[in-house]
């Protein structure tokens, strides 16, 4: 009688490990790291900007640095894994002057989520002057103006920021996408004038491309 309820219960322990095992396993599973086939490549921004000048692309594990309620000091954000590309083409008056890429992999849709809505929240309640530093002691006027892009990938959100210092003024416009639980992070600089939208969201578009 003994021999047979030892048995019953080392039966339904083994069925309760099997089906946990079968609960957590995909929950448990790690999320595959992006590389540098999620990244635009120099022919992706050839398309969009063909006139760029010798372009110099660099590609590194950088963790992304972004807003933080409405502080002028950013955030780094890691996630499960990151890249970035960063483009930088010989300098012009009233063009693009760098172009960064970060791409990021969260462990879930809603952390990925948060960061898309970090960047909402930025651009729709942290709009205005913001007088600060360059991390030397030059003084910074940082000009922060609303850009809500229309919808790329499964959502997206933008940022529009200008860059005032010694009388030169550089425009940076940020254009966030999501993808499941990949985020990329596309932040193009102008020197003079502000990045055209249309530009940036075909760039957008070709980045969702490559996180699909």
């Known amino acids: 009688m003994l021999v047979g309820m030892r048995r019953t219960t080392i039966s339904l322990v083994t069925l309760v490990v099997v089906l946990l095992g079968v609960a957590a396993g995909p929950a448990a599973a790690a999320p595959a790291p992006v590389g540098r086939e999620h990244l635009l490549t120099l022919a992706d921004y050839a398309t969009v900007y063909p006139d760029m000048d010798d372009p110099i692309r660099i590609v590194m594990r950088s963790p992304l640095f972004a807003p933080r309620g409405c502080d002028d000091q950013e955030q ?4 499960s894994s990151r890249i970035l590309g960063s483009v930088s083409p010989a300098s012009r008056r009233r063009s693009v002057a760098l172009i960064d890429q970060n791409v990021v992999r969260f462990p879930s849709k809603r952390a990925a989520r948060l960061l898309v809505q970090r960047y909402r929240f930025f651009t729709k309640r942290c ?3 913001v007088h600060t530093d360059d991390g030397e ?4 006027l940082l000009k922060n103006r609303a850009w809500i892009p229309p919808r790329v990938g499964d959502e997206s959100s933008g940022v529009l920021i200008g860059w005032v210092q ?5 425009w940076r416009r940020v254009l966030v996408t999501r993808v499941g639980r990949t985020v990329s992070v596309l932040d193009v600089s102008f020197t003079e004038v502000r990045p055209p939208k249309a530009d940036l969201l075909a760039l957008g578009a070709l980045a969702v491309e490559r996180l699909g």
């Open 166 to 170: 010694g009388g030169a003024t550089t």
């Open 137 to 140: 002691g030059g003084k910074v």
């Open 127 to 129: 709009v205005g002057d």
């Open 76 to 79: 780094v954000v890691r996630g």
